[in-house]
């Protein structure tokens, strides 16, 4: 008696371990399920340029945080004898350091960022609204503008709304004109919405904007709504979550302290790029375990292996299910390794002419009286000659797809004629006729989907997708059902009347 609990328990498993692990490897790693997919990526370069007063002399750069919309790749330094290192705070900082010192100096900090907006932000909920510093008469003009403005808000974002709205009304309030030529707008904003008890920070952002050179940060105000943290420009009001804007500096470091010298400053450039996700999640890959940590060689060779099953997948499902005959049991998946290598028509029209003068000499050889072994090597020769006088014939007539004839497995193609010789003289020419052509019928089938760009992506870029592969064969190897097959077979019985029915007088 057969068990299906334990069968169908392995079954579910492999394909929650296939499925699961690519999905895994896709969310993570950033593997895409589909072949040619682009992403949007930022190149940014920051450039610091001072000049030193003293031979020591230090650099701290604070740089954008990791949790945001943009996924950081990849980052590097350049700079001539200075040494250089990152520090992680509460906000990162680049660190330069050099001895000796003198004249203007030149630094570089560059960055890769991916722009992905599935990318989740990690927002961390601030401790709390820091009560302003005011001081008349300043404080109480501040308490002025906030009296007016908090009966016609309902929740952090319409008071942020409004403030700005006031910020920007020309010609300003007596009090906002009071309050603008003490504090820059950011600062002012930021002071506003804590004196209501909204948390806010001024914090320093870099507008991205494709092609730009000598770009410079821009003050902005950050307040928490309640469950994340909004960007707004005093001047034009709230930011949507897809704006071009790279959160740069938020905590309490500046963006840029010098130590030993004067006169420093840093700009910005930058570049959009789109490159393959595929590049993009291959060279990010920490764990650099997948079959492109091969050999340039050997992943060649593998991309052409791991298609193997997905043949495999197909011979099973029209043996088994469809009922379609072949010549041997796996012959039509190296038929169709060979078809990815020759393209099919000359592929197809290589094999027929191969074929069909094997059976016409190995006719000749049966004559011979031969043993097995003698002729099957003799047939190997003999294959050997036809591949070779067929690709030269080719080359001189300018029939170039002849060349790849060779790419046919030799050994195979001379047993496929032994064996369809064989079953010329027991079974008869029908029979050759139908194991044939059910033969190339499938190796065709297996082409079509082997050469499918889909596939072949999945296949050696997810090689986990073939326990799932693995399952459906297992699941195909318990079938027992008809064959479609057979269907065409007991068609006659179809239109026999019923027993019942031949009793009825």
């Not at 909204?198 to 928490?224: C, H, K, M, N």
């Not at 090689?463 to 027992?480: D, N, Q, T, W």
């Not at 269907?487 to 007088?505: G, H, I, Q, S, T």
Request: net charge neutral; proline share 6%; charged share 15%.
């Amino acid at each position: 008696m057969e068990r299906t609990g334990p069968f169908l328990f392995l079954v579910v498993l492999l394909f929650a371990a296939g499925i699961g692990t690519a999905l895994y490897r896709n969310s993570v790693v950033g593997l895409p399920f589909f072949p040619g997919t682009q992403q949007q990526v930022w190149e940014i370069e920051a450039r610091i340029e001072y000049t030193a007063t003293a031979p020591l002399t230090q650099v701290r750069l604070t740089l954008p945080p990791t949790q945001s919309k943009y996924q950081l790749l990849r980052e590097s330094t350049a700079s001539s004898g200075f040494g250089v290192h990152i520090e992680s705070k509460a906000q990162r900082q680049a660190i330069w350091s050099k001895r000796n010192a003198t004249g203007t100096q030149l630094l570089f900090y560059r960055l890769n960022l991916l722009e992905d907006p599935e990318f989740l932000v990690d927002d961390q909920p601030p401790r709390g609204a820091q009560a302003p510093d005011w001081v008349d008469p300043y404080a109480t003009a501040a308490r002025d503008v906030l009296q007016r403005v908090l009966p016609e808000t309902a929740d952090a974002r319409s008071l942020a709304e409004q403030l700005a709205s006031t910020l920007r009304r020309r010609p300003p309030e007596q009090n906002v004109a009071l309050l603008l030529d003490r504090y820059p707008p950011a600062q002012l904003m930021t002071a506003l919405l804590n004196a209501a008890d909204v948390p806010a920070r001024t914090v320093s952002v870099l507008g991205l904007e494709d092609g730009i050179r000598r770009e410079r940060l821009a003050r902005y105000t950050q307040f928490w709504d309640g469950e994340h943290w909004v960007l707004l420009d005093p001047i034009s009001g709230l930011l949507p979550p897809d704006a071009d804007r790279l959160l740069w500096q938020t905590d309490a470091p500046s963006v840029l302290e010098v130590t030993g010298g004067q006169g420093s400053t840093v700009t910005f450039a930058m570049i959009r790029q789109v490159r393959s996700a595929l590049e993009t999640a291959v060279a990010n890959d920490s764990l650099n375990f997948s079959l492109y940590s091969l050999p340039v060689a050997e992943q060649g060779m593998f991309k052409l292996i791991m298609l193997l099953p997905i043949g495999a997948l197909v011979v099973v499902f029209m043996r088994l299910v469809v009922g379609l005959k072949t010549s041997g049991t796996f012959m039509p998946i190296l038929l169709a390794l060979s078809f990815l290598q020759t393209e099919l028509a000359p592929g197809v029209i290589s094999l027929l002419l191969v074929v069909i003068l094997g059976l016409l000499l190995r006719t000749y050889l049966s004559a011979l009286n031969l043993l097995l072994v003698a002729r099957i090597a003799t047939l190997v020769i003999l294959v050997i000659g036809i591949i070779s006088v067929v690709s030269i014939l080719s080359y001189r007539l300018g029939l170039i797809g002849g060349l790849t004839i060779s790419f046919f497995p030799m050994i195979i193609l001379a047993w496929t004629i032994e064996r369809m010789a064989i079953l010329w003289e027991e079974e008869g020419p029908r029979e050759v006729l139908v194991q044939g052509s059910g033969s190339l019928l499938v190796a065709i089938l297996a082409y079509g989907l082997m050469q499918w760009s889909l596939m072949k992506h999945l296949a050696f870029n997810f090689p986990e997708l073939h326990l799932c592969v693995l399952a459906m064969v297992l699941l195909l190897g318990r079938y027992k059902g008809y064959r479609l097959s057979e269907l065409v077979r007991f068609a006659p019985f179809y239109n026999v009347p019923e027993l019942d029915d031949l009793d009825r007088p």
